[in-house]
């Protein structure tokens, strides 16, 4: 199993997140289904699985990364449907996909990371 | 046909509750009730999404299988973790269970021991008979194979938490059969112990306090299981934890 390296996201929390957010300045907060939507785009045979959805997301809430709540039963009611368990983003939360998304840009800027890069001298067979 | 009112979805829609009310088994209740909760809301979101979009319930059935079975390492691994959160919790508690399950280990293996030898024995008579060594049939290579099978039944009561007491209390049997008509069998088949019944003048008595050891060991777990014990000590661990 991967470890965690301390104030670091997992590549699939990093999406929980990224999707996270632009469902949350839509609808308020999001819950389970309409992320594991989100995240699989236009297509629905790549529905994020129950278990790897739903441990990352306790795991966030755990983080204190997201917060979680039931969402009132008068509204699944008046839906005749189960009550939704709804997300918000909390401001650490926002802070760490502020932190991730950089981390992911900040590796081709740096000059010690483009220095690291396996360089190919000019006339040398391609590593392609 | 709508998704919702689908056999297809209410099969899938089963299975998926019966996986998750097994791995949420010794979770914190507030925990795994809303583990639950969430995936019944998770399941209905799909098969409404699935309607609107005009998916037969066979694929949503499928889809939701597969979004199951592809999440099920994460499911126990996350059940592993809410389990020794609670563990962790309540030391008095876990190192009971700890005890509990060295002990039931130690009880599997003697047992196991004890249908290994009957079906060593049971080998040995097989070669024996095809080589024509001794003849087939023998009352005592018939009670080692009934005391076998018994051992081996009593493996199994063993295995389940619910029939252990009945399993510890079965195996006393065919341990005594095992060992007595088991080595009576082998003295005609292994030149090893031939030579040991023979030359080892301790031989009875040592195989005789193996049996009785064996037994008592068997009658001390059967003790130790019976369930009117246990659920007196549970309840005593829990007035501890209160």
Known sequence: MARRRPGTLFPLEFSILDSGLTLQAADGSFYGFALAKHLAGSSDSSLTAHGTLYKSLARLVDLGILEASWEAAAIAEGEARPRRRLYTITGEGEQAHARALAARVEPVRSPTAVAALPRIAPGEPSLA | ?242
Not at chain 2, 125 to 132: C, D, I, K, L, S
Not at chain 2, 200 to 227: E, K, N, Q, R
């Open chain 2, 1 to 242: 046909m709508s998704v919702v009112t689908s056999m297809p979805y209410h099969r899938a829609v089963r299975q998926v509750s019966r996986w998750c009310a097994w791995y949420t088994r010794g979770v914190d209740a507030d925990t795994a009730a809303n583990r639950r909760d969430e995936l019944a809301s998770d399941l209905h979101e799909q098969a409404t999404w699935a309607d609107a979009a005009g998916q037969s319930p066979r694929c949503v059935a499928r889809s939701i299988l597969g979004r199951a079975g592809r999440g099920a390492l994460a499911d126990l691994s996350w059940s592993h973790a809410q389990r020794r959160r609670v563990a962790l919790a309540d030391p008095v508690a876990l190192r009971g269970r700890r005890i509990e399950a060295t002990a039931a280990s130690l009880v599997l293996v003697a047992a196991i021991a004890v249908f290994g030898l009957g079906l060593y024995v049971l080998v040995r008579v097989g070669t024996g008979v095809a080589t024509g060594l001794i003849r087939g049939g023998s009352a005592t290579s018939v009670a080692v194979l009934v005391f076998t099978a018994l051992a081996a039944c009593g493996v199994m009561l063993l295995a389940r938490r619910k029939t252990r007491f009945l399993g510890a209390l079965w195996m006393i049997l065919p341990t005594i059969g095992v060992i007595h008509y088991g080595l009576y069998q082998l003295y005609s088949l292994s030149a090893t112990v031939g030579a040991l019944m023979f030359s080892m003048p301790g031989w009875s008595l040592a195989s005789d306090a193996l049996t009785v050891g064996l037994v008592v060991y068997f009658a001390a777990a059967t003790i130790w299981w019976w369930p009117a014990r246990a659920a007196r000590s549970a309840r005593v661990n829990a007035g501890v934890r209160v």
